[in-house]
Every structure is written in structure tokens, then in C-alpha cells.
């Protein structure tokens, strides 16, 4: 048992610990740290707290990674009310292990929680559900270049009830899962498909929160994108203007020393971009955020304005983009310094090679 030190409101939490006795083998784990890939092996333990409305957050436990029992009426499966995060954990050189602004995640994840009707995580909770995990499964943060464990908390209503309704019963977990690059190919700039016939949200919607449902209804644009040999689809509101791809945000270089990112209250919030942001500023960069028109791109590249478009994202940190494809056109898009150049900043950050000046690492191991 291992104790939760809360320093503002939120009680301790007691993490009941049982240790998986079919463990992958240390071979295994080596081979799969060789070449991760994303998201599509995971450590041996998971992380689990449950949620009641009469009990509050209560049984945290640490157990074995495996399938999680759920009534066929669980209100998650027909309702889809679930949330969840990415976030990731770092190696350094002297073997300590690193996480990036969680109280960040942890924000986000509330901001999340209030939209979709579910409780509130108190940020010790969820920085210490990180710690729980990561400190078991340390063997399984990966010390190769670009790698790490990439992090997923997710909650979702677990009561069995069909009334739509927010639900009272709710379970929150953290799984883990060792990542090398998310685009197979490495740091390659993507070729980008304009969505004309779907949206990823709408005013008033889910687009700002991190729901299962706002990736449901970008598969089939996703699916579209990849027919049309490209990597990731660019979604615009309803005014046209330039919202996020499937998976990430997108930022905007331009010739006089603006970087611009759409603003909008569909859209996630997205760290990483908040984070190249900051050090894009600390450059002398003028940052703005404000609504870009799809017109806006395809004129400001047309006429040299903007000189680079990029994607970012946790999973995939800092991606150029190449290409801009739409029904009736390809258009090349600019390549320059600046996407890889904060990018290597990042992670220089994120891996401990450089001075950590926001203070933004967090400690796990
Ligand atoms: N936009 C969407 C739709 C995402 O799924 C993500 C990834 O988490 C982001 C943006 C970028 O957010 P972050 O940088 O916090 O990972
Ligand atoms: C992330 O970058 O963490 C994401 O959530 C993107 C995608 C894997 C859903």
C-alpha cells in the first residue's frame, strides 16, 4: 500500500496493489522496446479508481493489465459518455523517469468531465495514478531515441442503465503502453486531406473535450483521407474556417515572425501546441490565436505569407506539413526550420538534455 500525500483538497487514496503474476518475460519486454511501434502493446499493470455518487472517488487499486468487467447496459457502451487523456512518460540519461505538465492534462481532463457529465479527478489523484503505474512498470519506459510510455487515462459510465442520464456509477483508468514514432516513417512531413463533407464537432458541441465520441466521428473522414494517400484529415467549422486534424492541432508560420493557431471553442486545447507556443515567444516569435480561414492558408501559401504549416500533438510531438490535398487540388505546402527546430527544442526538454526553465517536467520515478 503506498499513500496518496494530498496538499490541497482531495483526501489520500490507498493504492491496493496486486502484482501480475504472468508478467511479460524480460525478453519479451526487450523485444518490444526495440521497436515499439503506437499503441499496440502494454505494460502488465493497470490503474483503476472507482467513482459513485454517493461514495466519491473511492478503491484505487493497482492490478494486472487485462479485460474490465462490464454490464451490457453500462451507459458508456450506448451512451458514450467517456473521456480520456494522452499524456507521456520521459527516460533521462540517469535512468530517472520524467512526465510532462500533468497538471495540465489534469486540468484539461476536469474540463473534460464537466462537459460530458462525469466527475471531476483532483489533479493529486491523477498525477498520482501516473506515478502508481509508471513506478511498477518502469521496466517499460523505453531509452531509445524518440521513445517513451505513452500514458492513457481514460473514465467512462459504467452504471447499468438505459435512461440517458448521467450516469452515477463511473470507473477511471490508466494504461500504458510503450511508443516510438505515431506516423510509421518517423518525422516525415504528412500529406493532410481537406474534409469538406464531415466536421469533427460543432458549436456548442464536444470539440473541446477529449471524448471518445469527437474520434468516432473522425474515422470516416480519417478513412477517406487515407483512401486519397494521406496521412491525416484537416477539419474547418462551419465558417470555414481551419479547426484541427483527426488528432492534433495545427500552427501556422508566417514570413513576418507570426505563428498563429486556430482559436475556437471546438477545438482541444492541445499541450504540446500550448507548450511550442511559449517557446516559440521565448524566440522573439509574435504567438496568436485566432480563427484562420481555410481561404487564409491557401492564399498565405499561394503568396509566400506563410512559409510552414505543422501538426502537433503528444502522440506525434511536432509533424511539418506537406501537402494539402482537397477534392479539386494538391498543393505543396512550405517546408522550414522552425517545426523541427522546436521540435528538437521539446524534446530536449522532455527528455532532460536541456534546462527545464517553465518548470515543466514532473518527476515520476
Ligand atoms: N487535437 C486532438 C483532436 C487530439 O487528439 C490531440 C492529442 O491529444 C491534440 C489536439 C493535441 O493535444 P496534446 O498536445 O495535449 O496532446
Ligand atoms: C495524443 O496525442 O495523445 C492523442 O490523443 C492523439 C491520438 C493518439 C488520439
Not at 198 to 218: D, E, F, H, I, L
Not at 277 to 287: I, K, N, P, S
Request: hydrophobic fraction near 40%; charge should be negative.
Amino acid at each position: 500500500m503506498t499513500t496518496i500525500d494530498a496538499e490541497t483538497t482531495a483526501a489520500p487514496l490507498e493504492f491496493a496493489v496486486t502484482k501480475n503474476l504472468n508478467a511479460a518475460t524480460p525478453a519479451r519486454v526487450a523485444e518490444v522496446l526495440e521497436n515499439p511501434g503506437f499503441g499496440v502493446v502494454f505494460t502488465d499493470h493497470m490503474v483503476d479508481i472507482c467513482w459513485s455518487a454517493k461514495g466519491g472517488w473511492h478503491r484505487p487499486r493497482v492490478q494486472p493489465y487485462g479485460p474490465i468487467p462490464l454490464d451490457p447496459a453500462a451507459s458508456v457502451l450506448h451512451y458514450a459518455q467517456e473521456i480520456f487523456e494522452g499524456i507521456k512518460a520521459y527516460r533521462h540519461a540517469d535512468g530517472s523517469v520524467h512526465t510532462f505538465r500533468p497538471d495540465r492534462n489534469a486540468a484539461r481532463m476536469q474540463a473534460s468531465a464537466r462537459r460530458l457529465a462525469l466527475p471531476e479527478l483532483p489533479t493529486e489523484y491523477f498525477i498520482e495514478s501516473l506515478r502508481q503505474l509508471v513506478s511498477i512498470d518502469e521496466r517499460w519506459v523505453p531509452s531509445g531515441a524518440d521513445q517513451s510510455l505513452y500514458l492513457r487515462p481514460f473514465m467512462f459510465a459504467k452504471e447499468a442503465f438505459l435512461g440517458v442520464r448521467a450516469a452515477q456509477k463511473v470507473a477511471y483508468y490508466v494504461i500504458a503502453s510503450p511508443a516510438g514514432a505515431y506516423f510509421t516513417g518517423g518525422v516525415k512531413p504528412v500529406r493532410i486531406w481537406l474534409s469538406e463533407d464531415y466536421a469533427r464537432a460543432g458549436r456548442g458541441g464536444t470539440g473541446k473535450a477529449k471524448t471518445g465520441g469527437n474520434y468516432a466521428s473522425s474515422l470516416l473522414p480519417q478513412a477517406e483521407a487515407y483512401a486519397k494517400g494521406c496521412d491525416q484529415v484537416v477539419f474547418l467549422n462551419e465558417n470555414r474556417d481551419v479547426e484541427e486534424l483527426g488528432g492534433m492541432n495545427v500552427v501556422f508560420v508566417f514570413k513576418d515572425g507570426r505563428v498563429v493557431t486556430p482559436e475556437s471553442d471546438s477545438i482541444l486545447e492541445g499541450i504540446t501546441r500550448d507548450s511550442l507556443l511559449q517557446l516559440a515567444q521565448d524566440r522573439g516569435y509574435t504567438v496568436e490565436k485566432r480563427p484562420i480561414s481555410i481561404h487564409e492558408w491557401r492564399e498565405g501559401v499561394a503568396s509566400g505569407d506563410i512559409v510552414e504549416v505543422f501538426a502537433c500533438g503528444t502522440a506525434a510531438v511536432v509533424t511539418p506539413i506537406g501537402a494539402l490535398v482537397g477534392t479539386d487540388f494538391e498543393e505543396p505546402q512550405p517546408l522550414g526550420e522552425l517545426a523541427l527546430s522546436l521540435r528538437e527544442e521539446l524534446t530536449d526538454i522532455q527528455y532532460g538534455r536541456r534546462e527545464d526553465k517553465h518548470g515543466w517536467l514532473v518527476r515520476l520515478v
